[in-house]
């Protein structure tokens, strides 16, 4: 068990009836606010109208990007730096899903910089410093709201690059489930894929478990598992949608971590299929997951996959582990694709093999992708060719 | 399901290799620094050197407290308060379990205060303003290490009271689980008994609940059950002392409670028992718990109690749920009286009814408990008696 450092200063607002207390928190940061946004949802939903008499009735002064696209692009990110460069931004106000968010993360951490943001995302410059970020989030999935990373897009260069600073953790987040009551059946679906496969990315881990973070991450999953049917189908639960919102942010804010060093498998092959496909993240990782876990479920990780199958899908714990184990990835499917409804397959997305080979070899960068089993540039081919 | 707020910025550092941050850290809020701590089992352990050592190292000055009790007395928070006053301190170190913890928090708020400590307990008095608190824990058991509260004792009045406020938050916990290695077996039994009874207290609640919070309770309860035994007989087994430490800030920090606002009710009726016979709080709690689980079980509460035979200790779902609800309490009376090995009745600790009166009065403060079912004085007597 390794050591670790819990610290996530971000302060939350869950609930319908707190945005009363956005003009206060963001008065603490400064007076000039930009609103980032993305296609105008928030607009149809009415949040953008409660959002800007909120800023107004605490008389701070209003920028907008709008715009942003979801896997939202580099160009996004240097075009909110300019405007925070030239109109003195205080303080950053993203509205909308994990894509504004991130979004916005890298705007803030851009105006600090003289050069093209795409240069932080490959690490040719360093983060220094970051605005001062707040979020309203619109959609339950990638808890950008909560943690201090995002992934941008470089439609020129066919690229999709994660990267994660502490200084562009959010100050403070407000969580109305609410606000996810106009999602579609389909965003729903796509969103819990992504909160799954994040906890999932952590869970499975051979040798630094900490089993009090595996109960807490296996009732995460179960949450999942229970509500994202009922939001689907009742897309006003407020019940399902709260706990969708707070577990998907609960996946990725470090509580489950507890000192794992794993590197992150299913993510970054998927960020190479949606650089170039420009597909919904859930909906590839979804696809992904089931076949990466056939791809490494062997005798030495069994014992992890039992564990899955018992704790989180209620098998019997009596039977074989191995059995077990190939039963838990076909109730992960089942879940994906019949409950869910998802897609199962890259050909039914117009996905063939034309590019396996050059996003194989960008997944890995040319090494091996350390993971819970280790991943080649043909390991990776052969989950693609799997996933046809 | 209520709104809430979640904020919890403390910085946890956790391991085994973390003490060459204190300094560091300490430095961050001035250079006098504080240390209290208990009967001296610090110095023992080596602890105290170590701590001194990095204290040294930073170029801090270092002055001290000592002798703060088990169920801390409001005679060494006036005096710590005294020492703060005198020697302008600007940072309190507590090293060792809740009661030195707590009894911090209140030397903190105390030294703005011109008065008697006694009247911020008894809310004569306001909390202004707190001292910065960086703490070294050595015990799992009451949480304090990462929550605003704390509980003192006025041996003249024979009084203990609980009181929290945000200002006495920690800044910086450090949770090393070799801290805990020489905790008696007979300790560790009533510091996870504590531990239980947090969580008991905000899972046991019938209409404000979020299921994905439930499973959280549920992971933390099972971790105590599955590791207290295994620290019991292997003091030196690091992962069940690192899986008991950390649920044990969880059990309390707020991260299960999410907006439930429910009184708790074994820990104002405990505190009533050792105000007077000074017993460990975790030992009252054991005897107190299953009664008034016993107590509370009816037809309007046996959903819950059938959750946790099912979801804690694995009880068959297809059973009556009123034999999962009796079974459930029998099952954690074993746990308590069998597996940890704690007496289970106020007789074998020579508490007779002469204060059940009086205590239950205290309790309840004249009104009536407002806690999971409402408790009067006559009922909180009727569980009194059968502790006996």
Same mark, same amino acid.
């Given at each position: ?115 093209? %943001? *795409? ?7 360093? $983060?220094?410093?970051?605005?001062? +970020?707040?979020?309203? #989030?619109? =959609? @339950? ?121 794993? %590197? *992150? ?7 190479? $299929?949606?650089?170039?496909?420009? +597909?919904?993240?859930? #909906?590839? =990782? @979804? ?102």
């Amino acid at each position: 068990m390794n050591d670790f450092i819990y610290d996530v200063p971000v302060k939350v607002y869950f609930g319908k009836d707190q945005l009363g207390n956005l003009g206060e928190e963001l008065k603490k940061y400064g007076k000039r606010v930009l609103l980032t946004y993305g296609g105008g949802s928030i607009k149809k939903i009415g949040l953008y109208d409660k959002v800007v008499a909120e800023i107004k009735k605490a008389g701070l002064e209003l920028f907008e990007l709008s715009g942003i696209e979801p896997n939202p692009r580099v160009t996004s990110v240097n075009k909110g730096a300019e405007i925070c460069k030239k109109e003195k931004i205080d303080v950053l106000l993203a509205v909308g899903g994990g894509s504004t968010i991130d979004a916005t993360k890298f705007i803030g951490a851009a105006t600090f910089y003289e050069g093209d %943001a *795409w240069d932080i995302l490959t690490e040719k410059a360093q $983060v220094t410093n970051c605005l001062p +970020i707040v979020t309203v #989030l619109t =959609l @339950a999935a990638t808890g950008s709201e909560m943690d201090p990373g995002g992934v941008i897009s470089n439609l020129e260069t066919k690229d999709k690059i994660g990267y994660m600073h502490p200084l562009m953790l959010p100050k403070v987040s407000f969580l109305d489930p609410t606000n996810t009551f106009t999602v579609s059946e389909y965003q729903t679906a796509c969103g819990s894929a992504d909160i799954m496969s994040h906890i999932i990315e952590v869970y499975f881990n051979m040798n630094q478990d900490m089993y009090m973070l595996d109960c807490v991450a296996e009732g995460l999953m179960k949450t999942v598992i229970k509500y994202t049917p009922i939001a689907m189908k009742e897309p006003e639960n407020y019940e399902a949608r709260a706990n969708l919102m707070w577990a998907s942010s609960w996946a990725i804010n470090g509580f489950i971590d507890g000192g794992k060093r794993q %590197a *992150w498998s299913c993510h970054p092959i998927e960020h190479e $299929v949606s650089a170039i496909y420009d +597909i919904t993240h859930g #909906l590839g =990782l @979804a696809i992904l997951t089931p076949r990466w876990m056939q791809y490494t479920l062997d005798e030495t990780t069994v014992s992890k996959f039992y564990q899955f199958g018992c704790n989180v899908f209620g098998i019997d714990k009596d039977m074989e582990p191995m059995a077990v184990a190939k039963k838990s990835i076909e109730m992960l499917s089942d879940f994906f694709f019949n409950t869910l409804g998802l897609k199962s397959t890259f050909t039914e997305i117009d996905i063939d093999d034309t590019n396996f080979s050059i996003m194989a070899e960008k997944a890995c960068r040319g090494r091996v992708l350390p993971g819970f089993k280790r991943l080649n540039q043909q390991d990776i081919e052969n989950i693609f060719k799997m996933c046809l």
